[in-house]
T-cell receptor
Framework: AQRVTQPEKLLSVFKGAPVELKCNYSYSGSPELFWYVQYSRQRLQLLLRHISRESIKGFTADLNKGETSFHLKKPFAQEEDSAMYYCASNVGNQFYFGTGTSLTVIP | NAGVTQTPKFQVLKTGQSMTLQCAQDMNHEYMSWYRQDPGMGLRLIHYSVGAGITDQGEVPNGYNVSRSTTEDFPLRLLSAAPSQTSVYFC????????????FGQGTRLTVV
């Protein structure tokens, strides 16, 4: 079965510090990979996807096929980045979500 | 364009009661799915549909039924609510066919007492 692993349930960083949220996937092919963000009591929304190779709100994520990873990074964390982050893969139009990482940015 | 709309936002049920969580999308998406969100467990797929008239089970289907009579609607039915079904439920839709971003509803917070 497809699996997405986010090893950190909780992550705290100080404002202005770099942040990295880890994501590993298990799939031998070429999955579509996404990061979704959920701000407090709001719906999940797409943050970015590997196909577009874009930077959203200062976040980037690089697909590393050798390590089967899709880590989310931001060089300088902001307080408004505090949220729940989910890594997800899409294989055959089915989404597989990780268990999520709750990021807290400390002022 | 409202996107994905879920009703109700909050619901309290007694054990054994049944109810239907509504989900509607106005984006003409073929793919729709239901997830439950529990602390420490992320989002788990309950049921999904790849088009009108077609549904299939996800990871945690027991205790839930779905139907897809139209492209727009994908209701989730709890047959006999149990405390273990206390959760936040999210409906999602996606177009598929190479553009697979999932759009989520605002969620339904269900408590079974």
């Amino acid at each position: 079965a497809q699996r997405v692993t986010q090893p950190e349930k909780l992550l705290s960083v100080f404002k202005g510090a770099p942040v990295e949220l880890k994501c590993n996937y298990s799939y031998s092919g070429s999955p579509e990979l996404f990061w979704y963000v959920q701000y407090s009591r709001q719906r999940l929304q797409l943050l970015l996807r590997h196909i577009s190779r874009e930077s959203i709100k200062g976040f980037t994520a690089d697909l590393n096929k050798g390590e089967t990873s899709f880590h989310l990074k931001k060089p300088f964390a902001q307080e408004e980045d505090s949220a729940m982050y989910y890594c997800a893969s899409n294989v055959g139009n089915q989404f597989y979500f990780g268990t999520g990482t709750s990021l807290t940015v400390i002022p | 364009n409202a996107g994905v709309t879920q009703t109700p936002k909050f619901q309290v049920l007694k054990t054994g009661q049944s109810m239907t969580l509504q989900c509607a999308q106005d984006m003409n998406h073929e793919y729709m799915s239901w997830y439950r969100q529990d602390p420490g467990m992320g989002l788990r797929l309950i049921h999904y549909s790849v088009g009108a008239g077609i549904t299939d089970q996800g990871e945690v289907p027991n205790g839930y039924n779905v139907s897809r009579s139209t492209t727009e609607d994908f209701p989730l039915r709890l047959l006999s609510a149990a405390p273990s079904q206390t959760s936040v439920y999210f409906c999602a839709s996606s177009r598929g066919h190479g553009n697979t971003e999932a759009f989520f509803g605002q969620g339904t917070r269900l408590t079974v007492v």
